[in-house]
């Protein structure tokens, strides 16, 4: 294995002192919409037909759905862009939408943390609608680090140790499942919003799964994770049990209820939401030998494993495409990254006793999955955007529409469409 590139340690997608870096800050005391695109002012980011949604290729897409869930790890379909993809990409980033949308972000009020909407209101009361999904399950992330006494004489929205992180939806609507091919099973999952999540976010050291979880990687090492994400998705407490738990029960009670017909597990998320959705994935193909295809659309998502955890994903056939934009600082962090190398690290430039400070230290990570690429540079109204801007889940999405490929990386069409709706924001981060 070869050190590819280093990034700082700290991670800067979850410090307290640089909020700006992920969808969504510590919340203020106002309620916060950490969202630019609005569905009724912006119809190209609706479902409506006539929009960039249009389902124009529902044949296609019908009689190759496996295709575009990664069976063939979307080979000549990312570039150029192929325009179904795009728009199940784009699907899919609309479901991560809504799970923003329906968050309480008001950390004055007795509902923070949770989610603003019933379970089955929650899609069309968040814009988002016509989308076939029936919601089925709310789920809840606990954080794991043992807090000083102290903290609860602060703000109770200092000490929220478990919050509403996302929900499962099945496709229910049989014009929606004839255009997919298959029932899709949807997890969605918000980025960063808590206090205790930023700080969960910070032990970027890695470690070992948990023994209920098989962990042990094709070349003799142990898959290993990013201990504060593991945690957010392992941990519970008396009144609310564990993601994990949650995410097990949920598909288990899927696979009885569908596991006879074509079906499709898809798991999406951004910033925190995205590592959390390569989690869950990675359980659900270690836990259920019956399960369907998993696939993993994620946005703005940080490094989650080591090689040997990267290693175990493919062997199990899980299928990720991961959306990255270059300019975002999320996705160079936390620790090392290696390239597709099985000898040991070897770092030019290096001394070999940092080699080994950097191993001991348990800081070097492995991409997984594709990766589908895409630059804020490249796009006329996102170049100018700050750092905050580049890992927002909006621009993720406009960079999505405006794509074809690395020799055209923003077709014409998209400049009309991105440029009349980009400053409209519907609150300040």
């Known amino acids: 294995m070869r050190l590819a ?16 870096l992920t969808q969504s800050s510590i919340p203020s005391t106002t309620t916060i919409n950490p969202l630019k695109i609005n569905t009724h002012e912006n119809p190209q980011f609706s479902w409506k037909h006539g929009s960039f949604l249009t389902h124009s290729n529902s044949d296609k897409l019908a009689k ?38 329906s968050f309480d972000f008001d950390t004055s009020s007795p509902t923070f943390g949770s989610c603003k909407f019933s379970k089955n209101s929650l899609l069309t009361r968040s814009c988002i609608r016509e989308t076939g999904y029936k919601p089925i399950k709310n789920l809840r992330a606990t954080c794991g680090i043992q807090l000083p006494g102290w903290i609860d004489r602060g703000p109770s929205w200092v000490s929220t140790q478990s919050s509403w992180i996302g929900y499962v939806a099945v496709c229910q609507n049989k014009e929606e499942i004839a255009r997919l091919g298959r029932r ?89 939401g995205a590592a959390l959705a390569t989690l869950a994935a990675y359980d659900i193909n270690s836990n259920f030998g019956n399960a369907p ?39 160079k962090v936390p620790g090392f990254v290696i390239e597709n190398n099985d000898m040991a690290v070897n770092v030019a430039g290096l001394t070999s006793w940092v080699q080994k400070r950097v191993e001991e230290a348990q800081l070097v990570y492995a991409d997984v999955g594709q990766e589908l690429r895409l630059s804020s540079k490249e796009c006329p109204h996102l170049s100018k955007g700050s750092v ?27 400049k009309r469409v991105l440029g009349e709706h980009h400053p409209k924001k519907l609150a300040s981060l």
């Open 184 to 272: 899709d099973v949807v997890v969605v999952f918000r980025g960063t919003a808590t206090c205790l999540e930023w700080l969960e976010n910070l032990r970027a050291t890695l470690t070992s799964l948990p023994d209920d979880v098989p962990n042990v990687g094709s070349h003799g090492g142990g898959a290993m994770v990013e201990s504060g994400f593991l945690s957010l998705y392992t941990s519970g407490n008396a009144t609310c049990p564990s993601l994990q738990s949650m995410v097990r029960e949920e598909i288990g009670r899927v696979l009885e209820a569908y596991g006879d017909e074509p079906l499709s597990l898809t798991i999406t998320g951004h910033s925190l």
């Open 293 to 331: 295809p998993v696939t993993v659309i994620s946005f703005g998502g940080p490094r989650v494993g080591n090689q040997s955890f990267r290693c175990q994903l493919e062997k199990r056939g899980t299928k990720i495409l991961r959306i990255v934009n270059s300019d975002d600082l999320i996705t």
């Open 5 to 20: 590139a280093i990034a700082v340690t700290f991670n800067p997608f979850t410090s307290p002192a640089t909020p700006k």
């Open 64 to 101: 190759n759905w496996m295709e575009y869930q990664g069976i063939n790890n979307w080979e000549g379909l990312l570039d150029p862009l192929d325009d179904t993809l795009r728009s199940e990409i784009l699907r899919y980033g609309q479901f991560v939408e809504a799970a923003y949308r």
């Open 388 to 414: 905050a801007s580049c890992h927002e889940l909006s621009t993720y999405l406009e960079l999505v529409n405006g794509f074809v490929g690395s020799n055209c990386p923003v077709r014409a069409t998209a």
